[in-house]
């Protein structure tokens, strides 16, 4: 009896001291979470709370182009618990839409979502942030960008800018604008005034046209008005927002000078430097989705947007060979003559160019061989 009794008695206080000692841990784990939770906390909200502008080059109703700054700027919230929000502005609103990089660089706006094209007179070679005639797709150039050393080339000619960018957005391929009347030789462009930006413009110009730059807002009242003859702006998608679609008939294809173009965030480089590493992140993350995200938005709406134009009357038709091959051949020698006069634009042309050599050779085995074959059996 007095054995069964103190084993009784022993294994009561086994357990006893197991449950104490478990009662212990689970005490210490409670106050460890706890102790997490508020450093945690505390780290966030020893973060500064910032409200920044964003400086834009869209109009509103471009809901996917000005959709996705504001997207962009809703990613940088979220990331930050609310503690760094930046409020987008459209074209007109804080600047006009070809004035954003002056008014980020000056440091009146902290940023700006604008393409890097639109500011070629600063310096030729910014012309490769957006994209080059005859150059590289979205796929290619994003490839360029964050594998190619593109981004690092291009951040380096915003430096005297006092500007950081980085990508985020593209339109893909786009097309080759609205035309009031037929285009079948390149003497039809002679005298044309036309609406085009950066280096295509400019090849534009060595085939006779009349070259305009006009922001996205202005472009449909001067072709209505017959202030211009033409105007490219970007895809069916788009196009039809901003009311080009009533204002010719034609509507030609490819955009040679556009076959991938990159928009971008500009950020005043003091500003940048000045933030948290946290708030660096969430600005470098949201850029990159939206760089993912926008040309995504834009290839699953573009094909509905060609249908309904097509349904209205709008006579789609293809730059015939002697047109395209016109646009190349001044196309390269501008290229040269841009290397000549430029160190940066030769510096930048001669890595670009490389690296277009090589990407295509691989993409002419891959996408291009079955791009062929299977949308040759679609009707």
Not at 76 to 99: C, H, K, Q, W
Not at 207 to 234: F, H, K, M, R
Request: proline letters at 5%; one cysteine or more.
């Amino acid at each position: 009896m007095k054995r069964r009794s103190f084993l009784q008695n022993s294994a009561s206080k086994a357990a006893l001291g197991m449950s104490s000692t478990a009662l212990l841990i689970a005490c210490g784990q409670t106050q460890t979470v706890e102790q997490s939770t508020a450093v945690a906390q505390t780290v966030i909200t020893s973060r500064p709370i910032l409200q920044w502008k964003m400086a834009t080059s869209w109009p509103k109703k471009l809901d996917i182009l000005f959709g996705g700054a504001e997207r962009l700027c809703r990613r940088v919230r979220d990331m930050t618990d609310g503690r760094f929000s930046i409020t987008p502005y459209a074209s007109g609103e804080l600047t006009p839409g070809l004035n954003v990089l002056d008014v980020v660089s000056a440091g009146t706006v902290e940023c700006g979502h604008t393409a890097s094209y639109y500011y070629v007179d600063k310096n030729p070679a910014l012309a490769f942030g957006t994209t080059l005639p005859f150059g590289l797709n979205t796929a290619q150039q994003n490839a360029w960008l964050y594998y190619g050393g593109g981004l690092q080339a291009i951040q380096a000619l915003y430096k005297p800018f006092g500007i950081i960018n980085f990508p985020a957005g593209n339109t893909g391929v786009q097309m080759g604008g609205w035309f009031r009347k037929q285009i079948e030789q390149p003497n039809d462009l002679n005298s044309l005034k036309m609406r085009i930006p950066g280096i295509g413009g400019q090849v534009m110009k060595r085939l006779g046209v009349d070259v305009q730059v006009l922001a996205a807002d202005e472009i449909a009242p001067a072709l209505l008005d017959g202030s211009i003859d033409a105007a490219e702006w970007n895809n069916p998608y788009d196009d039809d927002k901003i009311g080009i679609t009533k204002a010719a008939p034609y509507y030609y294809y490819p955009g040679w000078w556009e076959p991938g173009a990159t928009y971008e965030l500009q950020i005043n480089q003091a500003q940048w430097e000045s933030l948290p590493t946290a708030y660096q992140a969430a600005l470098k993350t949201a850029a990159a989705e939206i760089n993912t995200t926008m040309p995504a938005e834009y290839n699953a709406k573009n094909g509905h947007g060609l249908q309904r134009l097509k349904q209205n009357g709008t006579q789609v038709m293809p730059f015939n060979q002697e047109i395209l091959t016109a646009a190349y051949a001044e196309t390269t020698q501008l290229y040269e003559e841009y290397a000549d006069s430029s160190t940066d634009f030769r510096r930048l042309y001669t890595q670009w160019k490389q690296f277009k050599a090589q990407i295509y050779s691989w993409n002419r085995i891959n996408e291009l061989s079955f791009d062929q074959f299977v949308m040759g059996m679609v009707n």
